[in-house]
């Protein structure tokens, strides 16, 4: 059977340069709805089960890397009327507010006139404070929270680069809100 499958294949893709990628050989057409980004692999936390390599690289994406790859996706035709862009992996947060506000402008420069975009980050929660809320209020972000249940649990495994438990700084948010 993996004889008969590595033939096919051989067969199949033997000149990969022949190979024409064409949206309309889809029924639905394909589309792209959701783009995951991760603009820095650094995080500011420790946790004991991450996945992630590099976590001490403060690394960052060049804005110039935002704005390629929305012209690629408008280059592409393949978007659909609404795009999420989810900001992810490492914590999003340790680059600074004016990143996202430029990102974001750039999403809109180059694709506004396409789709609506969404923007979502995914993050442990630790550095929201007013300025960030302001912001997630000014560009309608959406937030997801990293947190891994009642207090024992989390701050035995979410750990700040200290090794002190972070579950206080992730609720400290939540009171940034209600005021």
């Given amino acids: 059977m993996i004889d008969q499958a590595l033939h096919w294949l051989k067969k199949t893709f033997t000149n990969y340069s022949s190979l024409v ?12 709805q959701l783009l995951i980004l991760q603009p820095t692999p650094f995080c500011n936390l420790d946790c004991d089960y991450c996945y992630l390599p590099n976590r001490d690289s403060h690394a960052r994406m060049p804005l110039d890397t935002v704005r390629k790859v929305a ?15 989810v900001w992810h992996a490492g914590e999003p947060l340790v680059l600074p507010i ?33 300025d960030w809320c ?37 609720n400290k948010p939540r009171k940034i809100s209600q005021t």
């Fill in 21 to 32: 990628f064409d949206p309309k050989d889809f029924d639905p057409p394909p589309s792209t």
């Fill in 71 to 85: 012209e690629q996706l408008k280059q592409d035709q393949l978007l659909s009327p609404m795009l999420s862009v």
């Fill in 98 to 130: 004016q990143f996202y506000q430029s990102a974001f402008e750039t999403f809109n420069e180059v694709l506004g006139d396409i789709c609506q975009v969404f923007h979502s980050i995914q993050t442990n929660a630790t550095l929201i404070d007013a």
């Fill in 134 to 170: 302001e912001l997630f209020k000014n560009y309608q972000v959406r937030i997801g929270v990293s947190i891994d249940g009642p207090q024992f649990l989390h701050d035995k495994h979410r750990k700040t680069r200290q090794g002190k438990g972070s579950f206080n700084q992730v």
